[in-house]
């Protein structure tokens, strides 16, 4: 019995003598702490966004005064935070690493004329030691959207016209009458997609239209533009308008840049009237600049085709080629079709895409023939070949058309409607 009562004494005095070193051991980890220099950290807003402008630059300023610098542990754990006027100058921390987050606001909003900045840096803690916090640029960390019609679009608009923009789970209306930025909160990532709708009452009829875009940048500024485009029937006559969207949100400079609050930009004629002797007619072919870029329907079985006026009848498998020409070097090309029965979507493509920057839609459109990226950018010339396409067509009965729409690395533009039927 007393060798019993030894051995557990013997043992529970090692346990007290283990936990005791343990204690002080952890006690040490724990106590170990370095400090911050809050005061090296300058806060600096980079308020230059990309947008379709050219060669603009808007000075802003943004006041950080009230910005919120938060400080993370290693497991996204908060610890410290303070407005930017408020933060002390040194802050003590246990040893690690951590992140320092500057934003405008405790988090991102909907809205109108509501920014979101963002910026980041990342300390080390060490034990006794004095360690700096770097310069931290925050920078847009939302969608930024403005809306723009042509003028033959305002002419036919009703007062009830509203634009709604919804990117996931958000979504903002914008009427008519609004001239203030708009702003979503951004999911992560570089791109997404987004939906836009047009309700409202146009040239007397009422309108609710939506188009789905792929690869909408994030942290840009994007432009929706509104243009009629005119679409025949193939009979004699003017035909009808047709809604085309335009989403511009990339550039072809670094320089090209502007504020987030760019105010009224030069006078940019971003969708001329036909007719007249500016530069980019939207026509091509008219009496305007002579290095305009023009659209041409080059090869429809063999022959050449009028893109302006006919509407080329798809029986079976077909060669359908149209010819672009730019002479100062494509910027974008766009396409969105528009189809009675079609809905390319469905194939994992999109109704609407720019050929120069087409995103994640790169490898869809190859297979189909088209050309992108580098094959567009810059080129004078290139062949928009949907021969391919044509084929996917033969099972969907009805008109589908192909709004083309080209912008050059001028800013001249031209946007053709070509018209195709497939009957059974």
Known sequence: MKKIFLICLTLFTGLLAFTACHSEAMESVSSAKGDLNLSSMKAEVDTNVETVYVGSRAESTVDVSNFLVTIYDAQSQKVEQWNYNAMPEIVSLAVGTYSIVVTSAESPSNGFDTPYYKGTASCEVKENEVVDVPVITCKLANMLFSVEYDEEFQGKMGEDVVTTITVGENSLEIPYSETRSAY?????????????????????????????????????????????????????????????????????????????????????????????????????????????????????????????????????????????????????????????????????????????????????????????????????????????????????????????????????????????????
């Open 184 to 424: 979503l909160i951004a999911p992560e990532g570089e791109t997404t997609s987004m939906i836009v709708t047009l309700k409202g009452t146009i040239d007397g009829e009422s309108i609710d239209y939506s188009e789905r875009f792929e690869s909408v940048k994030i942290g840009v500024h994007n432009i929706i533009k509104y243009k009629f485009a005119p679409v025949s029937d193939g009979s004699e006559g003017d035909g009808t308008l047709g809604v085309a969207i335009v989403v511009d949100s990339s550039m072809t400079g670094s320089d090209e840049v502007v504020g987030t609050d760019p105010g009224k930009e030069p006078g940019i004629d971003d969708f001329p009237e036909e007719g007249g002797e500016d530069p980019g007619d939207g026509d091509g072919d008219g009496d305007g600049d002579e290095n305009a870029p023009t659209i041409v329907g080059a090869n429809f079985n063999g022959s050449a085709f009028d893109i302006d006026n006919d509407v080329l009848n798809i029986t079976g498998a077909a060669t359908l080629k149209v010819e672009i020409n730019a002479p100062n070097g494509i910027a974008h090309l766009y396409v969105d079709i528009q189809s009675e029965t079609l809905d390319v979507t469905e194939v994992g493509l999109s109704n609407s895409f720019d050929l120069a920057y087409p995103g994640e839609l790169q490898e869809g459109l190859n297979g189909l023939g088209f050309p992108t990226g580098d094959e567009v950018i810059g080129k004078k010339n290139t062949v928009f070949d949907i021969s391919t396409f044509t084929a996917l067509l033969l099972t969907f009965s009805g008109d589908h058309n192909f709004v083309i729409h080209v912008v050059d690395q001028q800013n001249l533009e031209v946007t053709k409607v070509l018209k195709l039927r497939v009957t059974k």
